[in-house]
């Protein structure tokens, strides 16, 4: 996909009850045009409660940074037990474009919720984040095992360290035990054809209209 930002969320943005925003698994071309491309880009607050999460993970970027939020007057606000944005398993390739760019204003972390960042790769390199997220920031490197990162801790009963799996409580799915059942690989729909050599790109097809189906669980 080759866009100024690939989900851009405004308005404002509450997920509570273990609700799930994820975005994962997708190859993103930015907009050099545009200061603030991004793969997600934030223009109003948004507010993790109750075991909710926003999970970034596994993308690969080009062109863009991986998460914007350039108003400081908007806000990332996180509370209770289980909640967390996760920003992991991402690939972000040429030096135009910042891994994130937000300020530090913009967060709110309430414990015992999270702010979780690791084994990003930069280029051929483990990302920095220096100067990118405030020191509350839980950050961890490749090689390493994190429980948020690995498992979606509301649905989760064990996490094994040694293999950094997950063993789901009943009702969750997949190897990270999410609300919902996600498939293994996607299936590429009809419209669909390899353009410059990227297979997301939708060819000869409008959208008129899209709908967007939210769960809740437990």
């Known amino acids: 996909m080759s866009a100024v930002s690939a989900i851009y969320l405004y308005g404002g943005t509450t997920v509570s009850s273990a609700g799930l925003l994820r975005v994962a698994g997708c190859t993103f071309v930015g907009n050099m045009n545009f200061f603030d491309s991004s793969l997600v880009y934030l223009d109003s607050s948004v507010t993790l409660q109750g075991g909710a999460q926003l999970r970034v ?12 939020m350039t108003s400081a007057q908007h806000k990332i606000e996180l509370s209770g037990s289980g909640t967390a944005v996760v920003l992991a398993h991402n690939r972000q390739v040429d030096d135009s474009y910042s891994f994130a760019d937000l300020d530090e204003s913009n967060m709110v ?91 997301s790109c939708v060819v000869n097809q409008t959208l008129k209209s899209l709908t967007l189906n939210m769960w809740k669980t437990h």
């Open 57 to 68: 993970e596994g993308n690969n970027v080009s062109t863009a940074s991986v998460l914007v």
């Open 109 to 199: 972390v309430v414990s015992p919720a999270r702010f979780v960042v690791g084994c990003n790769m930069h280029n051929d390199e483990e990302a920095s984040y220096d100067g990118l997220f405030p020191e509350d920031v839980v950050v961890f490197r490749c090689g390493t095992c994190n429980d948020d990162a690995a498992c979606y801790m509301p649905g989760t009963e064990l996490v094994d360290r040694s293999s950094c799996s997950c063993s789901c409580k009943d009702g969750w799915h997949g190897a990270s035990c999410l609300p919902l059942e996600v498939p293994d690989t996607v299936v590429p729909p009809v419209a669909e054809r390899t353009v410059d050599g990227y297979t």
